[in-house]
């Protein structure tokens, strides 16, 4: 499969956004106003990590994935969360799994993190600033869809053995930066492969 592109993106928040309000509606009927707030923002999040994983093209562990993805989500659920904590995990879910199917180093999950968090940033914004949910919702899957520029692998220079790279001596720094990336490296392999 192809990696998603930015007008994609904008699309899947367009329509997440548009989508949110009578969800919001139905579930508030059924559940209350304030469980529906956070069954909403369960849905929502879980609709977006499911179509992360369908557009990332592997089919090794996807499933896996998204059971786990929605037993966390769940979880936070029957655990009477606030619905800040649900927030929080439904963001950490979506870029915790965003760094896994679409980057290949340490520094691209960094920013797939840093790009969730500026998302919920604008988020916050856009409800305290409108009181409306849809905007905050359009403004977070906005900004995710720039996840495409992220590239998967951000590249570095190869530390030599000897301690010393391109004339620089090695910090400890640097080793446990490499040590990180070959751990991921592993766990990626092991979850994707």
């Not at 993805?69 to 915790?96: D, H, N, P, Y």
């Amino acid at each position: 499969m192809q990696r998603p592109t930015v007008l994609e993106g904008i699309l899947v928040a367009l329509v997440v956004s548009l989508v949110a309000s009578p969800v919001i509606f139905l579930l508030s009927l059924l559940l209350g106003p304030v469980m529906a707030g956070k069954a909403v923002i369960i849905v929502i999040a879980y609709t977006y990590i499911i179509y992360l994983l369908v557009k990332s093209g592997r089919t090794a562990d996807r499933t896996t994935l998204a059971v786990l993805s929605l037993l966390v989500l769940l979880a936070s659920l029957v655990f009477e969360a606030r619905w800040t904590t649900v927030v929080l995990v439904a963001v950490a879910l979506i870029g915790g799994i965003r760094g896994c199917t679409y980057s290949r180093s340490l520094v691209a999950w960094l920013l797939h993190g840093g790009l969730c968090l500026l998302g919920l940033g604008a988020a916050l914004w856009a409800y305290t600033h409108s009181g409306s949910l849809v905007l905050a919702v359009w403004s977070f899957f906005l900004l995710q869809a720039l996840f495409v520029c992220v590239p998967p692998r951000i590249n570095q220079q190869p530390v030599e053995e000897g301690g010393i790279a391109g004339g620089q001596e090695v910090d400890s720094f640097v080793r446990a930066h490499q040590a990180a990336q070959k751990a991921l490296g592993r766990l990626r392999t092991k979850v994707v492969a």
